[in-house]
């Protein structure tokens, strides 16, 4: 008997439906008399609490946990102890069953490094050594799964992907007990009772933010002009800027005039002055179909229209898949797989069924437009975002699942329009020796932008151009009126919750580091779609950010933290070393106790130097609990 131990209910009754169901059981489905699926919930089994690994004689203090002691530090496990989680103890129980009386087992893990990891260590605790082949696939549609029972592989060929996985959780747990206990120990000998949890992620995280405050705070507003012409042509009137030429004094270094005199000089020169024209361009554009939603864009849009936090957002995208609405959230990607695209009409029906408003676009879609997003070659664990088949009544949906429904439908129906078209214009115009420049846009065809709305564009920065006159090169014009307009510089945005989660998302744009950032911009940033609204949550429930608005900003002790962090542990430079040895274990060109050992050694470091200090810690709550390091346990959990 074939068992296969999917990652999720959801892909066990992908599989069970391509190899047909003949019963239902408890934690089990039965296909056939040769197969058997079962499942996990994400990862069933968790690293042990340094208790584990700590000598008995360690004094115990309120609650029963040991007391943090600077002798006691690093805790360095020889042994590695996974433990059931209390809620998957039935589960597991059911699969320990199902593992005796199998004769090969399949791996049907998401198609990640977690995923592959989550059902060997499943495998491995009750120590089944029968032979194990690997389900590898990046959708639940039926073509998908039939794809991926076809071409079932070794699960060894794999390996290097467990231990990659393995490797980062023993190096999160390592960096996150560990320093949290350091740092928070060394407070303490500079008079603050501060529980400061320390982790390869949320740390870095935390510092983004500090670092853009203090940036918005410390910026000083410089002055600068723009030079605005309302010109008469022939066929209309337009607008254009003042454009400056090569050697153009006063000028600052990005470009920008700051000289008032010069500004105003150059505006009694262009007054009322005939000029012509000097360059003109009109050609046909196409702006093609949007991708459809990451679990990070969804969250940048719903932050920015509505102000949901990272964890609402993540919530919300959850219940609408526990509700067969849409598919599965926690996705990095906006892509969809090709062979999903045989499903629109059902989808399409689904919408239209579901959700009234949308019924007349369904009825302008057409289902055999395949716009770019259907990419095979783009798909990572998961596609993108997107509405189900799955019919019913959304009428008891709350307002927060009705807006995204709408946003998931919506993105899903653009694939099923043409691409926008209009028409681009520029025009350059010299007056009294001065350039100005002005370009236009007329739509010709909405195309795809049928599905949203004016305030749509709005919200997402697109203003609507000018509609320039008819013109050709050499055509004589006229200044009708030039205007100085006083500016200043503005600083950065405050982070959202959004933003926040794209800027962890492309941490390669905040490394300073050049060797750093190529590595950093070679992954898929720090965190995952998974865990980032899980981070940002925690370091507000920790007290190290606070909501303002629709903004996060950074609190007194997210600050001081950082301030008395050492630099490694709160840049992206660590990630990024980190990704690249990960990388290479995965690809089996570097063995996983290197990499382990590589971290026991910055950990000792690191814990050295903070058993050395006292540290000044401010903001600092007047009861600080003495609470776990937060994103110790940062393991993936799979919910439906």
Known sequence: MRLFIAEKPSVARAIAAALGTTKRADGYIQCG??????????????QAEPEAYLPDDVPTGRGGKKIWRVEDLPIIPKNWILQPKPDAKKQLAIIKKLLAEAGQIVNAGDPDREGQLLVDEVIEHFKCSKPVLRYWASAQDAASVKKALADLRPNAEYKGWSAAAQG??????????????????????????????????QTPTLALVVNR???IEQFRPKPYFTIQAAIQAQAGTFTASWKPQDGQQGLDPEGRLIDPAIADSIVNACQGQPGRVIAYKQEPKTQGQP???????????????????????LEICQTLYEKKLTSYPRTDCAYLPESQHAEAPGVLAAIKANHGDLAPLVGQADPSIKSVTWNDSKISAHHGIVPTMHKADISGLNEAERRFYDLICRAYLAQFFSPHQYMSTTVNVDIAGHHFGATGRVVTAPGWKAVYTVDDDKEDGVEA????????????????????????TKPLGRFTEGSLIKAMENIASFATDPAHKKILKEGDGIGTSATRASIISELKNRGF?????????????????????????????????????????QAEKTPLDTFVQAQIQFVKQQVQAANAAAITIKGAPANAPKNKPA???NRRTTAA
């Open 33 to 46: 008399p040769d197969a058997i699926i079962t499942w996990c919930f994400g990862h069933m089994l968790e």
């Open 168 to 201: 980062r959780a023993r190096a999160d747990w390592l960096i996150g007990m560990n320093l949290t206990r350091a740092f928070t120990l060394s407070a303490a000998r500079g008079g603050q009772r501060a529980l400061l949890t320390v982790g390869r992620v």
């Open 213 to 215: 405050d203090i940036e």
């Open 291 to 313: 991708r459809t939603f990451s679990l990070a864009d969804i969250t940048v849009a719903a932050s920015s229209k509505w102000g949901y936090s990272a964890a609402q957002s």
């Open 465 to 488: 151009a000018q509609a320039l006159p008819a013109m050709k090169q050499g055509d004589q014009i006229r200044c009708r009126e030039a205007q100085r307009r006083d500016l200043k």
């Open 545 to 585: 950010l606070e909501p303002k608005g629709k903004q996060v900003v950074s609190t007194e002790l997210g600050r001081s933290m950082i301030e008395n962090l050492p630099e490694l542990v709160k840049s992206p430079g660590m990630t990024a070393i980190f990704e690249k040895v990960l990388s290479q274990i």
């Open 631 to 633: 994103g110790s346990k």
